[in-house]
C-alpha cells in the first residue's frame, strides 16, 4: 500500500534524491553545511533534505564536520511565526539527537544594544518608515541589516571558524531560494550565480547552494504533503507532522483562509519580502495586511494589541511633540544640533509602559486559556495546548534593564531607573 501511495509522488521523489546526492556530494568533500531555516515553506523543504543527506552519510559511517541549522531573530518577529520556528528547531534538534547526527540548531539575534526596544524606547531612535527609509532615491531597509543581516554574518563567521579549526573545510550556507518565487528574487539568484548544481561564492567571499532553486511552488507544497501523513513519509522526518500542518495553518491565517497551497508564492507579505515581517514593522505602510488577517483567525487574536501598537507608531511619526528638540552630541565646535530626530523621555516611557502592559495581557490570556482548557471549557487539542503557553514577551529583564540604563541618563529622568519603576507598576501596581 505503501509503494502504490509513493508512486504517484514519483516526481518530487526524483526531484528530492537528486538534492540529497547533491548534498551527499558536498558533505563528501569535507564542507560542513548551515541549513538556513525561516519556518516557511521553501526553507522547510531545503531543512528537510539537508538532514536526510546527514542522515545517510551518517548510517554509512562517514566521518563528516559539524553541520549546522541556522536562524535569526530580530526580537520583534511576528510571534506565531517565532514561535512555529522556535518549535521546528526543537524538532530538528531533538531527532538530530535521537539518530546522533553532527547537527546543532543556532538563532542569530541582534546585539542587545540594537535590539529594537533598547534602540527606540532605550535611545529614542525613530522607527523606520516609507519616508524615513529612502536614501539617494532608493529604499533602504537600515532594520534589516541591523537585525537580520549583520547577525547572521556573525554567527557565520563563528560557524566557519569553528569548523576550520576541527581540520575540514568551510561552512556552505544552504538557502531554499527558488528562481520561481519572484522576478526579483530570479533576478537577485541571478545576478549571484546560483543553481541547484553546485556552490556558488558570493561577494562577502563565503559559500551558498540552494538545492531547491529550480523547484515550482508544486514541488515545495507536494513534498511537504508527504510528511504530513506517515504513510507518505518517504525517509525519517526531523520534523513532526504537527510541526508541518501548524505551518500549513500559518499561510492559510495570513492570507484570508486561503490554502498556501492554493495561493501559490503570492498572497500577503511583509515590506521585506518575507511572508510574515516583524510585528512592528512600519516600512510596510498604513497596513500590515498578513497581521491584520491573523488576528482575524482565534488562534492568532492575542496578536491585536501588537497591531494596534504598529499602528500606533505610524500614525504618531510626524508628531513633533514626542520629539526630542537638543542633539545628543556635541560637535567640534562646542555646539549641539537643534533637530526632532529622536523620541522624547515622555514618549519613550509611554512606549514602554504599552509594551509591558501587552506583555502582562498576554501571560493572563495564557493563564486563562490553560484554566479553560482543564476545566472542560474549550476543546483539548494540540492548538489548544500550545496556547497554554505566553505566545510573546516583547520586553524581557535583559531588555529590561538595558533600556533602565539609557533612560536613567536623560536629562528628565527623575532618578536612575524609570524603566524598572513603570515595569514595577504595571505589573504590580
Known amino acids: 500500500m505503501n509503494e502504490q501511495l509513493l508512486s504517484s509522488f514519483s516526481g518530487i521523489l526524483g526531484k528530492m534524491e537528486k538534492a540529497i546526492t547533491r548534498l551527499r556530494g558536498l558533505i563528501r568533500q569535507g564542507y560542513s553545511c548551515a541549513g538556513t531555516a525561516s519556518g ?70 541582534p546585539s542587545l544594544a540594537s535590539q529594537f526596544v533598547t534602540s527606540t524606547i532605550g535611545r529614542g531612535t525613530l522607527v523606520r518608515t516609507p519616508e524615513n527609509s529612502v536614501k539617494d532615491g532608493k529604499a533602504k531597509r537600515p532594520c534589516s541589516e541591523d537585525w537580520k543581516i549583520s547577525p547572521q554574518q556573525r554567527l557565520r563567521k563563528q560557524l566557519a571558524d569553528e569548523v576550520q579549526r576541527d581540520g575540514f573545510r568551510e561552512t556552505i550556507t544552504i538557502l531554499g531560494t527558488r528562481f520561481e518565487e519572484s522576478t526579483s528574487r530570479a533576478l537577485n539568484m541571478e545576478r549571484r550565480g546560483e543553481n541547484d548544481l553546485e556552490p556558488v561564492r558570493g561577494p562577502d567571499g563565503y559559500l551558498t547552494y540552494s538545492p531547491i532553486a529550480d523547484w515550482t511552488v508544486d514541488d515545495v507544497w507536494e513534498m511537504l504533503g508527504m510528511f504530513t501523513d506517515d504513510k507518505l513519509r518517504p525517509f525519517p522526518a526531523p520534523a513532526s507532522i504537527r510541526t508541518v500542518n501548524r505551518m ?56 491585536a494589541g501588537l497591531n494596534q501598537f504598529r499602528n ?30 529622536t523620541y522624547s523621555f515622555s514618549h519613550r516611557m509611554a512606549l514602554l509602559r504599552y509594551l509591558l502592559t501587552l506583555d502582562v495581557l498576554e501571560s493572563e490570556r495564557a493563564e486563562n486559556h490553560e484554566e479553560d482548557l482543564y476545566a472542560g471549557k474549550i476543546p483539548d487539542t494540540e492548538e489548544n495546548r500550545e496556547l497554554c503557553d505566553a505566545q510573546f514577551e516583547m520586553i ?27 515595569w514595577y507598576e504595571v505589573r504590580h501596581l
Open 40 to 109: 516557511g515553506k521553501d526553507s522547510s523543504c531545503e531543512v528537510f533534505l539537508l538532514i536526510e543527506a546527514i542522515r545517510r552519510e551518517s548510517l554509512e559511517g562517514f566521518t563528516q564536520a559539524r553541520h549546522y541549522v541556522t536562524s535569526a531573530d530580530t526580537t520583534i518577529e511576528n510571534p506565531s511565526m517565532l514561535r512555529h520556528l522556535e518549535l521546528f528547531l526543537e524538532d530538528v534538534q531533538a531527532f538530530c539527537a535521537h539518530e546522533n547526527l553532527p547537527v546543532t540548531a543556532k538563532i542569530a539575534k
Open 248 to 303: 500549513h495553518e500559518l499561510y492559510r491565517a495570513g492570507n484570508e483562509g486561503t490554502c498556501g497551497v492554493v495561493l501559490g508564492d503570492g498572497g500577503n507579505k511583509a515590506a521585506c519580502g518575507s511572508r510574515f515581517g516583524c510585528a512592528f514593522c512600519c516600512i510596510s505602510g498604513d497596513r500590515d495586511k498578513s497581521m491584520e488577517s491573523m488576528i482575524k483567525d482565534p488562534n492568532h487574536a492575542h496578536l
Open 312 to 341: 500606533y507608531l505610524l500614525a504618531t511619526q510626524w508628531d513633533m511633540s514626542k520629539r526630542e528638540l537638543v542633539g545628543r552630541t556635541l560637535s567640534k565646535a562646542g555646539y549641539v544640533r537643534v533637530q526632532p530626530d
Open 396 to 422: 524581557t529583564p535583559q531588555q529590561l534593564i538595558a533600556i533602565d540604563f539609557m533612560l536613567g541618563l536623560h536629562h528628565y529622568a527623575p532618578h536612575g531607573h524609570p524603566a524598572l519603576c513603570a
